[in-house]
Every structure is written in C-alpha cells, then in structure tokens.
C-alpha cells in the first residue's frame, strides 16, 4: 500500500481549487485566508500534507499542548527549514519570535502556510490572533484544516475578522467514484470494481475501515501471489 499517495476525489479536487482561488485573489482587497473542514477520515490531513510536499507550501500541525510561544518557535523553526535558512534566533519572547517570521514572510510573498488541527486555537485566542496577523501584515496564503464544527467556531472565535475568511470548503463522504480513485492510487494491486463497492458497503463510509480492509485484503492476496483481487476471491481470503 503506498502511504503517500493523493487520490483526486472531489474533496481533494475542491480543495485545489481554494489554493487556486487564493492565489489568484486580488491581493489588496482580499487577505489570503481559507479553511478546509468535515467529519473525521475524509481527508483533510492527507491532502495538507501532501499537498504541501508536492507544491511547497509549509505544513504546520498545530499540537493540544500548544502555548503560544510555542507556537511561535515552532512556526519560526518551519518557515527557516521551508526556505533554507539557519535556525538561528529561536529565543526571546513569544512576540520577538513572531516578529522574526512576519519579517521573513514579508520576503517570500505568496508563500503558503497550511495548517492542520487548527481545533486546538480556539481554546488559544494568542495562537488565531497570530494567524490573523500573519494574513493581515503579509502576502502569505494560509489554509487552515479543522473538523467538522471549526467554521462556526472560527467564526464565533473572531466574527469581525473571520467572516474575511476567503474561502470555505468542506470535505463530505466519499462516494463510490472517489474510493475506485483511492484504491488505484494507493493499491499495489489490482481491486474489482465489484469488490470495492463491497468493501464500501461493509464499511459504511468510514475511510479509515475502508482503507484498513483494503489493506488485509492486499496482504491476503500478495501472500496468495493474486494480482487482481476479483469477487470470487474474497469468499477464499475470508
Ligand atoms: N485523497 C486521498 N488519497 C489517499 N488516501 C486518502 C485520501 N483521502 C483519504 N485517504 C485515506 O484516509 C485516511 C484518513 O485521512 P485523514 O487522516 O487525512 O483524515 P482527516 O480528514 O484528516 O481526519 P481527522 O478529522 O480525524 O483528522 C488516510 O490515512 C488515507 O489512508
Ligand atoms: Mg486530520
């Protein structure tokens, strides 16, 4: 199974299409601020994450122990390693290091920060004020990744700020079109079209089920050397 692939479901589809959006808003009118959010397994991390390795962008997770001056280094240590630079001046108050980083993304315009687990800011208002500035004093896209209730929440955080968010998109279920895509794109084998139609009905939509059977399925069929799991061998493998 490869653990590092992005199928293009609808959800990853639309999610580029915020990216596209952002970057092409008019700058002076529009803060580049967007969030992704939905039910758990849908694939809000996967995309953010591979999404930034394949673009550049920098990926930052946020963490529940999470201060925000910690905050603050993490991020400053992220964009010296996004652009190459020496780790030097990680010190000094939660506000000089912040500082550090506004400095550098003023540089690097348009540079894209995406960041997942944005959940863990609402309780933190110095962590989405930071957020709020980085978009506010810099040229920089962030693309914040939270659960499903995080657009009430971010909009119930800061209404005055947050409805300037630029774009929403919610992550939904995955239909059948969207698993065959996951299957070929992170399958080492073969899998019927039948087979994960059966898959997804046993698994009732949640991903993680989904990708969990597919993935003993897989062993199954390597050991038994199949190189197309087909419906008459499910029955054999079971
Ligand atoms: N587009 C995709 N390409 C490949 N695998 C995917 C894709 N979407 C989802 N998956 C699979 O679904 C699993 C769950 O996805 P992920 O962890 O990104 O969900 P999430 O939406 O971030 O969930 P949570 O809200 O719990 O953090 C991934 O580990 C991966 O196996
Ligand atoms: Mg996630």
Do not use: W
């Not at 070929?184 to 899998?191: E, Q, R």
């Amino acid at each position: 199974m490869k653990e590092y692939a992005l199928a293009k479901t609808q959800n990853v589809q639309k999610a580029n299409e915020l990216l596209e959006y952002l970057q092409k808003r008019p700058k002076t009118e529009m803060v580049g601020l967007g969030l992704i959010y939905g039910e758990p397994g849908l694939g809000k991390s996967r995309f953010a994450r591979q999404a930034a390795i394949q673009n550049d962008y920098i990926y930052f997770r946020l963490e529940a122990t999470m201060t925000a001056k910690s905050f603050t280094g993490r991020l400053l240590e992220r964009i010296y390693y996004h652009f190459g630079m020496p780790k030097i001046g990680v010190r000094g108050t939660a506000n000089e290091i912040f500082h550090r980083s506004l400095e550098i993304l003023k540089n690097f315009e348009n540079t894209i920060i995406v960041i997942d687990e944005i959940d863990y800011a609402f309780k933190n208002k110095k962590i989405l004020g930071s957020i709020r500035d980085i978009v506010d004093e810099t040229l920089s896209i962030v693309v914040l990744v939270g659960m499903a209730d995080a657009k009430e929440k971010l909009l119930s955080a800061d209404v005055h700020y947050f409805d300037r968010c630029n774009f929403f998109c919610e992550f939904k279920s995955l239909q059948t079109d969207d698993l065959i895509l996951l299957c070929d794109a992170v399958c080492d084998i073969n899998v019927d079209k039948t087979v994960i139609r059966h898959i997804a009905k046993k698994t009732k939509g949640n991903i993680r089920k989904f990708i969990k059977s597919l993935y003993s399925l897989e062993s199954l069929a390597e050991k038994q050397n199949i190189q197309m799991i087909k419906p008459e061998h499910i029955a054999i493998m079971q």
